[in-house]
C-alpha cells in the first residue's frame, strides 16, 4: 500500500523540501490538511486545530476530525456508533467489520498469533536482519520491505517463490489505473497458495473471508511494520544522543521505538462512519458522517503527554494509538513491535555509528494526507 499514491505523492514532491513557509492556520474552517507543507510537517497544524476544539468539521475536507487523547479513546472504545465500515474495501471480514460479528472472527483469528508462532516470527526477523546488513544500505528497499515481507511471508504460510510472486504482482500494479484494486486483485488469486489459507478453512470459514483475510494480513503487516523501521532509524540519525543511549543500553530500544510509534504512527488518521448521531466531548456529529480520528494527534496531546513531541526514552508506559486502541486493535501489533525492535537493535549491533549518505532534507517521503514515511533513506554503516 506504500506507493498507491504515488502520484499524488509525485505532483507534490517538488513542493515538499524545505520548511513550512506560512504560520499553521487557527481555522477549521479554512485549513486544507492536503496542501504540500502540511503533509510534510502536519503536527503543528493539528496542535493548531486543537485550540478550537478536540472534535471538529473541516469543510474542506467534508469530514469530522477527533484531535483529543480522550476524544479518541472514546471513539475506540464504542464501535456501536464509529464503525469501521470505510475499510470493507480492504476487507470487509475483520477490519471493517463491527461486534457482535466481528468479535467471533477476532477470536479465531487470534489462534493463529501464539506465543510459539510469534517466536518464531521473531526469529525470522532476526535471521533477516542479520542477512540484510551491509555497510551501506537504503533502510527501506534493503531493510525494512525485505524483513516485513518476509515475517509476513512466514506468518501466511508462504514459500519464497511464492512470495516473490507477490512482490512482482504489487510492483506491477503500480502502474495500473487502480494500484490498490489491481494488487487485491493479484493477492486473492494466490491466497489458497498459503499455509494458513488451509488453517481457516479448516475452522468453517468461508472461501472468500479466508481469502480477505490474507489480503488483510499481507497489506498490514508489510507495509505498517516498513514504516515503523524507516522512521526508527531516520530518528536514530537525526538524534545523536538517542543513538548513544541506546548503544550503551541495549535495553533502551524498547522504549525508543514505543516513542518512535507515539510520535510518528503509520497512519496519521484511521476512518470512521457514525451510525447515528452521537455526542463526543460535547460534540454532537450527525449520523452517516465521515469521522478520522487522529492518531497522530492524540498522541501528541499535552493534557496526556509531558513535552509531547519531545522522544524521551524514559517516559514509561504510554497509552499511544499507533496500532489503535479497543475492539479494533491491530492484532498483529506484538508481532510488529518485536519486528521492529529487532530490526533496530540488530542495526546498531552491527555498526558503531549510523549516519545518512545524503542530506536529511533531501529525503524523498510517501507524504499523503493520512501517512508521511520516507520512501528512501540511504544509510551507512561506520565501523570504528
Known sequence: MRRYAAAIARRVRPLLRG??????????????????HVVRDPFPYYEALRQEGSV????????????GHEAVRSAFARPEHFSNAPYRDVDAVLLAADPPEQTAMRRTVAR???????????????RLANGLVKPELDVVADYGLPISRGVTADLLGLDRADAAEIVAAEARSYGAPDPLADFVGSLDSMAHRTAMFGTLMATGMPVGSARSLIR???????????????RAILRLIEGER??????????????FVEEVLRLHPPEHMVPRLTRADVALDGVTIPAGADVRLCVSAANRDPAQFDQPDRLML???????????????????????RATANIAVATLLRRSTV???????????YFA?????????????????
Request: with cysteine; hydrophobic share 40%; aromatic share 6%.
Open 112 to 126: 493463529l498469533f501464539s506465543p510459539a508462532d510469534s517466536a518464531r516470527l521473531e526469529e525470522t526477523a532476526e
Open 56 to 67: 471538529l468539521f473541516l469543510p474542506r475536507h467534508d469530514y469530522w476530525i477527533v484531535l
Open 19 to 36: 520548511r513550512p513557509q506560512t504560520e499553521p492556520p487557527s481555522s477549521a474552517a479554512t485549513i486544507d490538511l492536503r496542501t504540500p
Open 242 to 255: 538517542d543513538q548513544q543511549a541506546l548503544r550503551a543500553d541495549p535495553a533502551l530500544v524498547r522504549p
Open 314 to 336: 524514559d517516559r514509561g508506559s504510554t497509552r499511544h494509538f499507533a496500532f489503535g486502541a479497543g475492539a479494533h486493535a491491530c492484532i498483529g501489533a506484538q508481532i510488529g
Open 216 to 230: 488483510l494480513m499481507w497489506l498490514a503487516g508489510t507495509t505498517t511494520t516498513q514504516r515503523v523501521i524507516a
Open 354 to 364: 549510523l549516519r545518512s549518505l545524503h542530506p536529511l532534507d533531501e529525503i524523498r
Open 368 to 384: 499523503t494526507e493520512t501517512a508521511l514515511s520516507p520512501e528512501s533513506l540511504w544509510v551507512g554503516l561506520g565501523h570504528g
